[in-house]
């Protein structure tokens, strides 16, 4: 019998888990006025999460899924992405959303159940969250395709998780993408998790990235912890996309060091030992590491990072609570040109609830 097709996925790396490099850096992770915006975004979205975790305890926000411990994959790819291309994320990709433009204010909202947090003021052409797992998928290809269809120079950036990667539209989205070349690159946030079914009991694939390859797509991995790496390959793969070669996979291996959401409680079903050793391999510190050997970071630097990102953050928080609730009518809008007949006598009811009789 001969061999027809083969394949390779390639991992890389190039900072370690104490952030020493591994090998030759690229350009940009060798100059710290680059690498600076980087940590500084990472940090504050990891205030951000803390601060939206404790709004959720105290009854401000609904349900909350926090980024703790991926935050090098958002902000790694969302750096590399030009303002024109689109942002199709999950609902635990604001890491990326935050450079990309989208306001924790905004975002609040969002997760207060306030559908104006989805309207980006800078980032008007981003898709909103999305919750139905890897529909978001189709969403970017579809995008996509529209860039190829229309000759503009952009690409659907798409977010995804590795529960994701088991569902239809994941592979009905990349079949599209490959067979059409669209502009699109897929990044997949392997956090070894779906709430609590893990990596190896939800597909027998040796790897995420090597599904592509069945849709004619290439499909990499990556240390999902090291910016450095995730920054370099989304980069290579946004570049790809613009030159009219297609799409691209990127498998970010990285951890949920948090629980899936607010709603959940990750020590019934698994084991503290191994998330504390996971902590080990958290990409904040490590990127910290590697600047302060470059002697571009010290405690000084951090302490007054700290306090800059925890004024930030409670600037959001008080632009959020000081926003006027949605009228009743609100959620009625937008979702229909003309409103079904069942749902309007559900408005009727809802405004007669709130004391306004305003019709939306
Ligand atoms: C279509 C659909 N089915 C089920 C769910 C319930 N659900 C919410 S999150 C989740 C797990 C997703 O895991 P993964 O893709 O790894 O993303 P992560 O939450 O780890 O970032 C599931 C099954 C959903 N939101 N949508
Ligand atoms: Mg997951």
């Known amino acids: 019998m001969g061999t027809v097709a083969s394949f390779e996925i390639g991992y890389t790396q190039y900072l370690d888990a104490r952030g020493e490099p591994k090998q030759d850096l690229p350009a940009f992770a060798r100059d710290p006025a680059a690498l600076l915006p980087l940590y500084r975004a990472m ?3 990891r205030h951000f999460d803390l601060k939206a975790i404790a709004l959720q305890r105290t009854g401000k926000i609904g349900t909350f899924a926090s980024a ?3 935050e090098a994959i958002g902000v790694g790819v969302a750096s590399a992405m030009r303002p024109e291309d689109v942002l199709v994320p999950s609902y635990r990709d604001h890491a990326a959303q935050f450079v990309r433009g989208v306001t924790m204010t905004e975002s609040l909202l969002y997760w207060g159940g306030d559908e104006r947090g989805s309207h980006f003021a800078a980032a008007p052409h981003d ?3 999305n919750v139905p797992i890897a529909t978001q998928v189709c969403h970017a290809a579809g995008a996509a395709y529209a860039f190829r269809l229309r000759g503009e120079a952009r690409a659907a950036v798409c977010l995804l998780g590795d529960g994701g990667t088991s569902k239809g539209d994941f592979y009905e989205g990349m079949n599209l993408a490959g067979a059409w070349r669209v502009p699109m690159v897929l990044v997949v946030s392997n956090n070894q998790w779906a709430i609590s079914m893990p990596r190896a009991a939800q597909t027998a694939a040796q790897t ?7 849709a004619g ?3 990499r991995q990556v240390d999902g912890n090291d910016i450095v790496a995730v920054r370099q390959a989304a980069a290579q793969a946004l570049e790809r996309a613009r030159a009219g070669d297609g799409p691209s996979l990127i498998e970010a291996i990285t951890y949920r060091l948090g629980d899936h959401t607010t709603a959940d409680d990750a020590s019934r079903y698994r084991d503290e030992a191994s998330v504390k050793a996971h902590w080990a391999q958290e990409p904040v510190l490590r990127l910290r590491n590697y600047l302060a050997s470059l002697g571009a970071w010290d405690a000084a630097r951090e302490e007054a990072l700290i306090k800059d990102c925890a004024q930030q953050v409670a600037q959001a928080v008080e632009a959020y609570l000081a926003t006027p609730m949605p009228a ?5 809008e937008h979702l229909y040109a003309t409103l079904p007949a069942a749902l309007a006598g559900q408005l009727a009811m809802a405004q007669r609830f709130a004391g ?4 939306p």
Do not use: R
């Open 43 to 45: 940090v504050l979205a």
């Open 68 to 70: 703790i411990g991926q």
């Open 127 to 129: 898709f909103p969250n």
């Open 208 to 214: 995420l990235a090597q599904k592509a390859i069945a």
């Open 217 to 219: 797509v290439p499909g």
């Open 328 to 332: 009743p009518a609100a959620m009625f």
């Open 356 to 359: 306004t009789d305003t019709p």
